[in-house]
Structure formats: structure tokens, C-alpha cells
């Protein structure tokens, strides 16, 4: 048996989340505050018994940050299993309570918790008249958590995430419309009895975060050799152990009996008598060791000792790297996890939040490679770019933020089996931050991936992991294979892909009179440009209908679409690392400054031949500028991924061209005038087209006005 889906309806940052999960492992992947942490809550509240209790705990901190008003609304979380094991005991249990029954047994069952107002609340709110809005608030006006219940419900059938399902069993709020029925079985399932508890058939450990685990190592509740041997002190056999308890027992009266110890405590005796009187002083008192003589509390007082380096000397956790403490904590949980497993249960769950803290690369990597545990469904949330490599993409989860909304999305929905075996190999083969992106550059060679963040980073002053991009080199022009991730029914962020459309910038016109290399250069130049059309009609079909995709062409290359955006002298001045003679280097500056792109485009491409692309773009990239033209296509994919852009992200890059232009000697009146303008803008006193003129006027020079004005 294992978790198939999580259903989250208003619970903390969620309005709604619908998570799908397999057998096996799976990965969660989200950034900062995107509610991963909240999803293994849900989970545990449902299934580990130390979380039980909370559910009668609930508060209004625990409803959807995104309601106007919590009063009124009702917080769900749905847990669906798949493939209900057979046995007698697992079928009886959820026969009657919580399964669905499928050809005469109970293949999927459904476990549900509903938070919501107790039945005189809903009672009320059914009997008001649609649109009753002063009605609606007077009675939420008196609502308060105490008029809440937490009611278990099974064999539902329903997509709770389906906000009409949502209105027709809570209600409209915004048009006052309720049910007047307490409980719709056939949607919301039945009510579960108190003596339902799944937590008691199940193996269920969570590992939680690594974040201090010395101090968890410390404390008798939270440590997990602690945990460990008191599992394995309850089996230790009464008479196996009486030696060892005849021992304790021996070492500690002879502590006791040493002379020096004996006359410390009568010292103390007679101190206190004197200080305190015979009434007030203390009927017993002695000074022995705390070594227990039972096996559980003696079991309490040992500790773990590691030798983490060659020198082979064992220190405590507390000596340990952070590294090599975190590996102890999460072997000892995997342990804990493993004995549990023993017991008779019908399924095994392990949930681990966060394991990458300060463990080294490969350790992640092997680690979670190898973490595959025979009837276990293992559920783990990860930042780490080396863990997710080792993820099947049809196993993950991956959660983002859109204008405070959190969402879910499931990258492989809908895609045919060998679309997942190309993602799945591109990720195996290229460790890529692609499935944590905000929003994703996608490019097709070093070129770009060299000198894209260069230019953002001189002429806005802002990088591209500021404005929440991700640059993703494909170096190849298979954009499909990845591109595909991005759609409304798998991962909703921007994607803008870049590439070439290699159009020919000579004359491909074939001449009885052209020499051998000539005619060869006019074959390639003419299958590049009908390659590029191809390319050019391909991307165009993927991108039509799809909001969260778009595709930009460089006319010709990269190379040669920098040049002919302005930036000659930028080119020029690199000479020098490109070539050695000065011939050389006279004919191509020449070249370079003619005009003409039949010269210019042949002698860049030249010199990124001669020397390699990549190291080509690395050379350029030193002479990178702030005042360098950025290609109107690149700034079309860059402002496309960044959609919305934000007033934010417009004022700091006004701010940066005015530091620069300070920098150089500009006008000071000037400069304080529009930072002036700047600050208006950001408080709603100027929109953009009065900043974006101000600028103009003020500084009518700078590089950044000609990106403006296509805004």
C-alpha cells in the first residue's frame, strides 16, 4: 500500500494542492517558503501517531494565508492509498471505514480530515438568503475556533481540490449561497469511528530537518541512539542481563566506599545540619555514580563515539564536522526506520525533510541513490540540485510561488513514455537546477551561456539569478525535449527559448566561376538557413496555445547578431586575444568596422572558429561593458521570462545607470532630480511612462533609455 495523492484544501499556503505520489521513491522540490514543510505536516497529521493530538489543536494559523476570512471555511486534507494489501486484517480494517471497495475487495481507500464549523454553524449559514451578505457577516462575526470540529471521513470519491465541489458542500461566500444538509456522504465520504486508527497498522518515521542535530543528540526526547537502544533494551532477556546489573551494582558501591568520597559526604551532612537545623536538613543523602543498574536507564547513559578521519581517534557527535554529525543523525533515523519496518504493519513510510545540510556532494548523491527500501514508500523534500539528479521525474513533486499563491505541479502529466525518457536521461546526464528554476533561459550553446549573464549583470546591474532566472544550456538545438516541461498542465513558469535561426548573410547564389571552397561555403550556409527555418517552424508550433513558453531567434548567430546590434568596438578591442600577427589583426579590425555583414559576419564567426566559442565568449566577456547593446532578441527572452516585470525591478535598474553615470561625472543636480523621479515611482506618485520619460530627458545618452522605450 502506499500514498497515491494529497489533496490540501486552505490549508496554510495553500488554497488548494493536489500532489501525486508513487510507489517508491519520491521528491519534493520547491524553494524558500513554497510550502514543502507544510506538505510531510499534512501527511503526519494524518498518519504519525505523535501528530494526532495536534489535529484537535488546530488553529486559524492553520487556514489558507490567502482567505479574506477564515471564519466559515473549512480546511481539508485528503489522503488517498492505491493497491490495499489483500491481507484479511487490511481489508477489514478499511471495508467498513475508509476503503473503496473494487471488484469485491478494497483497492484504493481514501482517509480524509475535515476542520470545519460544527453543525449549528452550518445550520445557520444554510438558511440565509442567497446574496445575504450582512446576514453572512453577522454570523462569521461570532465564529471562534471553538466552534470548529476536526471529523474523519473515508471512501470519498471526490476531487476535493475542484472548487465547485468546494461550493457545493461548504459554499459560495462570495454570493451567499450554503447547503442546507449537514453531510453529503456520496461526496465527502463516511464519517470514520473514533477506534479507526491507521497509525496503529502502519510503519511510519520522519526524519526531520538537519539543522542542530548536536543538541538533538543531547536531549533524551529528540535523540535517536537513545531511541534506538530503548527499542532494544525492552528485549534484552532479565537473565542475560543480571550480570551486568551485578556488576553496576558492584562498581558502584565501591565508588561509595572509597574514603575520600565517604568523608565528602559526611562534611556535607554536618554542613547542612549546622547551617539548617536537624528539622530542615535532608532524611538521606549519599554520593554514587548515576550509573543505573536497569537496563533501560543504563542504556541512557552511553553515547556514540566516531572516528571521522584517518587519524582513527574516536571523538563525541559534538567533535563531529557539521557534515559528518548530520551523516550520524540521518543513519541513526534510517535505522530507527528499519526496525520499525519489522513489526507486522501493512505499509512502511519514511518521510525525510531536507537531508543535504552540510553533507558533502557525492555522499547526497549516493546516498539517495541507493535509498530504495523494498515495501516502503519513501517521501523526501530536497534544495539540493545533486539529490534531485538521482530522482525519477515522474516521482517528483515540484511546488512554486506565483503572486503569493502556492502551486503544485507534477512535471511528467501527460507526457508519452519516451518524452519522459529524454527528460529523465538529460537530467541523469547534466546536473541542472531546471526543475527548481523561477523561470528558465533555455539556450543552445556556450556562447550564450557565457555571455548572457555578463550583459545582464553590466547594463541592469541586476543578475539573472536576482530577477529569478535560471540559464539553461541544452548545447544542442533540441529545445523539445525540455521545453515540454513547461505547459498549464505540468510546470507553470516562464520559459523563453533562445536560439539561432542561421539565416545566410552572404550571397549563397551558386557561380559557374566560384572556386571549390566557395562553392562549399555556399552549400553549408544554405542548409544552416533551411535547417534554421525548419527549427524556426517547429518551435513556433510548440510555443502556439502555450502561456508559459516563447521562443526568440538571433537572425543569424549569436556572433554576428552582436555585432550588428552595435558593438563593434566592443569586438574590436579583443583582437589582440584572438590573433598574434598584426596583419592579422589590421584586415580583421577592418573587416569588423566596414558596415558591410558579409565582412563583419564572416570575420567574427572567424575568430570564434579559430579560437573556440566558448573560449571566444570568454574573452569577449572581459570587454563587456556597461554601455554594451544588448540584441533585441535576448532582451525580448529575458524580459519574457521575467514576466511580470516589477516596479522593483525597474527602479533598481534606473538606479544602477545613475550610479554609473555619477560615477563618470554626471550632473548632480541632475542625478538628485531623478533619483527624486525613481522614489516617486516607487510609491505610486509617477507610473512607468513618467519615470521612463524623466529618464530620457534627463539623461538622454544612456544606454538604458533604448530598452526602455519598448516597454
Not at 490495499?84 to 481514501?110: D, K, M, Y
Not at 452550518?122 to 471562534?144: F, H, N, V, W, Y
Not at 543505573?292 to 552511553?302: G, K
Not at 545613475?658 to 533619483?675: Q, V
Request: charged share 25%.
Amino acid at each position: 500500500m502506499y500514498i497515491s495523492r494529497l489533496q490540501l484544501v486552505n490549508y496554510r499556503n495553500f488554497a488548494q494542492a493536489d500532489v501525486i505520489f508513487k510507489k517508491g521513491v519520491n521528491t519534493i522540490i520547491g524553494e524558500n517558503g513554497s510550502g514543502k514543510t507544510n506538505i510531510l505536516r499534512a501527511i503526519r497529521l494524518l498518519l504519525d501517531e505523535s501528530m494526532i493530538r495536534m489535529i484537535y489543536r488546530l488553529d486559524e494559523q492553520d487556514f489558507h494565508r490567502g482567505l479574506k476570512d477564515w471564519r466559515g471555511h473549512w480546511l481539508i486534507i485528503s489522503l488517498e492509498f492505491s493497491e490495499v494489501s489483500e491481507h484479511e486484517s487490511v481489508q477489514s480494517l478499511f471495508l467498513h471505514n475508509a476503503g473503496n471497495i473494487e471488484g469485491g475487495s478494497v483497492g484504493r481507500a481514501t482517509y480524509n480530515l475535515l476542520f470545519r464549523p460544527k453543525a449549528a454553524i452550518r445550520q445557520a449559514l444554510g438558511k440565509l438568503t442567497p446574496g445575504d451578505l450582512p446576514g453572512l457577516a453577522s454570523i462569521r462575526s461570532k465564529i471562534e475556533l471553538d466552534d470548529y470540529e476536526p471529523v474523519f471521513t473515508g471512501k470519498s470519491s471526490v476531487n476535493f481540490c475542484d472548487p465547485g465541489i468546494y461550493r457545493s458542500v461548504v459554499g459560495d461566500f462570495d454570493d451567499v449561497v450554503f447547503p442546507e444538509g449537514l453531510h453529503d456522504a456520496s461526496i465527502l465520504g463516511g464519517i470514520i469511528p473514533g477506534g479507526f486508527s491507521i497509525t496503529r497498522e502502519i510503519s511510519f518515521t520522519f526524519v526531520q530537518a538537519l539543522r542542530d542535530v548536536v543538541a538533538d543528540f543531547q536531549s533524551n526526547r529528540t535523540n535517536p541512539l537513545l531511541s534506538l537502544l530503548k527499542r532494544k533494551s525492552g528485549e534484552i532477556d532479565p537473565v542475560s542481563f543480571e550480570p551486568i546489573s551485578a556488576k553496576v551494582k558492584d562498581l558502584n558501591g565501591a565508588i561509595e566506599a572509597l574514603p575520600d568520597v565517604r568523608t565528602v559526604r559526611s562534611d556535607i551532612r554536618e554542613t547542612i545540619t549546622d547551617a539548617a537545623g536537624e528539622t530542615y536538613s535532608p532524611r538521606g543523602l549519599s554520593i554514587r555514580s548515576d550509573l543505573s543498574d536497569e537496563a533501560d536507564r543504563l542504556f541512557q547513559s552511553l553515547k556514540l563515539f566516531v572516528a571521522e578521519n584517518d587519524e582513527l581517534y574516536e571523538g563525541g557527535i559534538h567533535e563531529l564536522s557539521l557534515g559528518g554529525a548530520n551523516l550520524i543523525y540521518l543513519t541513526l533515523k534510517l535505522l530507527e526506520f528499519k526496525y520499525r519496518s519489522r513489526k507486522e504493519s501493512f505499509a512502511n513510510f519514511l518521510l525525510i525533510e531536507e537531508p543535504e545540510a552540510h553533507i558533502h556532494t557525492h555522499i547526497q548523491k549516493t546516498l539517495f541513490d541507493r535509498l530504495n527500501y523494498a515495501d516502503t514508500q519513501v517521501i523526501y523534500t530536497t534544495h539540493s540540485t545533486h539529490i534531485s539528479e538521482v530522482s525519477n521525474v515522474e516521482n517528483v513533486n515540484i511546488l512554486g510561488r506565483d503572486a503569493g499563491r502556492c502551486e503544485v505541479f507534477q512535471p511528467s502529466q501527460d507526457l508519452k513514455p519516451d518524452e519522459i525518457g529524454n527528460i529523465q536521461r538529460y537530467l541523469d546526464a547534466v546536473r541542472s537546477n531546471l526543475l527548481f528554476a523561477r523561470s528558465v533561459l533555455l539556450v543552445e550553446g556556450d556562447a550564450e551561456e557565457i555571455l548572457v549573464p555578463i550583459l545582464v549583470k553590466k547594463v541592469f546591474g541586476l543578475s539573472l539569478d536576482e530577477l529569478g532566472i535560471s540559464l539553461i544550456n541544452i548545447r544542442s538545438t533540441g529545445f523539445e525535449n525540455v521545453a515540454v516541461l513547461f505547459h498549464d498542465r505540468r510546470i507553470r513558469k516562464r520559459c523563453a527559448i533562445i536560439t539561432d535561426l542561421d539565416a545566410a548573410f552572404i550571397d549563397v547564389v551558386e557561380d559557374a566561376l566560384d572556386l571549390e571552397a566557395d562553392k562549399n561555403r555556399k552549400k553549408k550556409a544554405r542548409k544552416a538557413a533551411k535547417v534554421g527555418l525548419e527549427r524556426q517552424i517547429a518551435l513556433n508550433t510548440l510555443c502556439d496555445g502555450n502561456n508559459w513558453l516563447t521562443v526568440h531567434f538571433a537572425d543569424h548567430t549569436f556572433e554576428v547578431d552582436f555585432v550588428m546590434a552595435g558593438n563593434v568596438a566592443t569586438v574590436v578591442s579583443v583582437l589582440n586575444d584572438v590573433y598574434k600577427d598584426a596583419p592579422t589583426i589590421a584586415l580583421a579590425k577592418k573587416e569588423l568596422e566596414s558596415g558591410k555583414i558579409e565582412e563583419y559576419g564572416t570575420r567574427v564567426l572567424t575568430m570564434a572558429n579559430h579560437v573556440g566559442k566558448g573560449w571566444f565568449a570568454i574573452v569577449l566577456g572581459k570587454a563587456i561593458h556597461a554601455d554594451v547593446k544588448i540584441p533585441d532578441y535576448l532582451l525580448d527572452a529575458i524580459f519574457q521570462a521575467h514576466l511580470p516585470v516589477s516596479k522593483e525591478t525597474f527602479a533598481a535598474i534606473l538606479t544602477y545607470r545613475l550610479r554609473l553615470i555619477g560615477e563618470a561625472g554626471g550632473d548632480e543636480i541632475e542625478l538628485g532630480k531623478m533619483r527624486h523621479q525613481i522614489e516617486q515611482y516607487r510609491v505610486d506618485k509617477l507610473d512607468f511612462a513618467g519615470v521612463r520619460a524623466a529618464m530620457l530627458m534627463a539623461f538622454p545618452a544612456d544606454t538604458i533609455n533604448a530598452i526602455l522605450a519598448d516597454f
